[in-house]
């Protein structure tokens, strides 16, 4: 499984506690099965008491990182912060 699936997966999990949503984005029953056993497997998400996949320690730290490395702001789009009353001209 690829960087990017493995974080899209990870982030679904954390929403909405599973990830039966993709089946509704065109991937089948068997390949949604397979990317769960293969979580479950790396110890990255468990099953709590009322049947939710839930993130495991391992999954929330591997999530955060992935998202520091993915979501990175460019310096050069940053707008310096300017006075209330100051006139801003894209």
């Not at 839930?54 to 990175?72: A, D, H, P, R, V």
């Amino acid at each position: 499984m690829n960087k990017e699936k493995m974080y899209m997966l990870l982030n679904m999990i954390e929403k909405y506690s599973s990830i039966i949503n993709l089946i509704k984005l065109g991937y089948s029953y068997t390949d949604v099965v397979n990317y769960y056993k293969e979580l479950t497997e790396k110890d990255l998400i468990k099953t709590d008491e009322n049947s939710y996949k839930i993130l495991t320690k391992k999954g929330k730290e591997l999530l955060k990182e992935y998202k520091k490395e993915n979501i990175f702001p460019l310096e050069k789009y940053r707008i310096p912060k300017i006075k209330l009353d100051s006139i801003y001209l894209p």
